[in-house]
């Protein structure tokens, strides 16, 4: 049976820290420039709907690192959906190549070209969530905090793919989790109740920034308004002004807080220059532990470690 990599729930709790522990190792094997390469000879394609810096780069990078070639498909490519129907290129591309990552709008062509591959298929962003980005922000969470114990994430901002991605985590893991969002820009309600009956985590959805992130381990933010949406950035401007990730709220927390981004950032939108820029800001960590963390996946759905 092939495995895919659709949401966090795709992996057990043991296979989330599994995931972590391989990341670890393989990313000491490519900082000491280890001869490393379980992909020698295997192919991967990685299909485009939406724009890109870290995740193309990331991909790309990691799978040649480990002795593997990745094609790059631009919307233009295979325009899914338009050109072509998700079921048809899900099985073309899978003939040819070992793996397929993916960047789409609609998550149902997300689970249609997971269930007509036949190789393992890895999600990089849907309009739904985004599971290798979460696995890299805990990764780099435990490798900055040492462990994951007591552990209180304050997200801030829009209730979007990443804290959809943070609840579908909360289900493995234990951990506090705080969504700080406007009204009628909170995440998928019945994701937020699957998150507190699997019983692992604390799951509150608070729409007052400052009482949120009392206390909190990390705040964490994203853009206000996400691909497929920015045509409604202005409006989004306006409702969003008192959830600005900015000195005033970091210092609310009442302790020295890490703050982490997926990136892009807007600057002065959902956060400010001081904040990027602070020392307890770990976004660029975060940003390099998406190749390690992805690397890791793509070894475990490989069946290769
Ligand atoms: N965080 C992230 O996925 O970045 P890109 O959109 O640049 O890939
Ligand atoms: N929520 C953002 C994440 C970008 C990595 C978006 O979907 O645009």
């Known amino acids: 049976m092939k495995k895919d990599f659709i949401a966090v729930t795709d992996f057990t709790t043991d296979e989330i820290l599994d995931t972590f522990k391989l990341a670890r190792e393989v990313k000491a094997k490519l900082k000491n420039r280890e001869n490393y390469r379980p992909f020698e000879g295997q192919t991967m394609s990685m299909i485009f709907a939406k724009p890109s810096a870290r995740t193309r780069i990331s991909f790309e990078t990691g799978f040649f690192r480990l002795g593997g070639h990745a094609l790059y498909l631009s919307p233009d490519d295979i325009s899914i959906g338009k050109r072509e129907a998700v079921k048809d290129i899900a099985r073309v591309v899978s003939r040819y190549n070992d793996m397929i990552m993916a960047r789409l709008f609609d998550h149902q062509h997300m689970l249609e070209m997971a269930e007509y591959s036949t190789a393992p298929v890895v999600n990089g962003l849907t309009d739904f969530n985004h599971p290798c980005q979460i696995m890299a922000d805990m990764l780099t969470i435990l490798e900055h905090r040492g462990n994951l114990e007591n552990l209180k994430i304050t997200y801030v901002g829009d209730g979007n793919n990443i804290v959809h991605s943070w609840l579908n985590l909360a289900k493995r893991l234990p951990f506090h989790f705080v969504c700080a969002c406007p009204e009628g820009y909170g995440p998928d309600n019945a994701l937020v109740e699957a998150a507190r009956n699997a019983g692992q985590s604390t799951i509150e959805i608070l729409h007052d ?7 909190a381990d990390v705040i964490y933010t994203d853009v206000w ?45 959902e956060t400010t220059d001081s904040v990027m820029e602070s020392k307890t800001s770990i976004v660029f960590d975060q940003a390099e532990n998406r190749m390690h963390a992805q690397n890791a996946i793509m070894l475990k759905l490989a069946g290769l470690a």
């Open 225 to 269: 308004a996400s691909m497929g949406k920015k045509e409604e950035a202005e409006e989004r401007a306006k409702q969003f002004q008192a959830f600005q990730v900015n000195d005033e709220l970091m210092a609310a927390t009442g302790k020295e807080s890490y703050f982490m981004h997926c990136l892009p950032a807007e600057r002065d939108r």
């Open 209 to 215: 920034p400052k009482a949120a992130v009392k206390g």
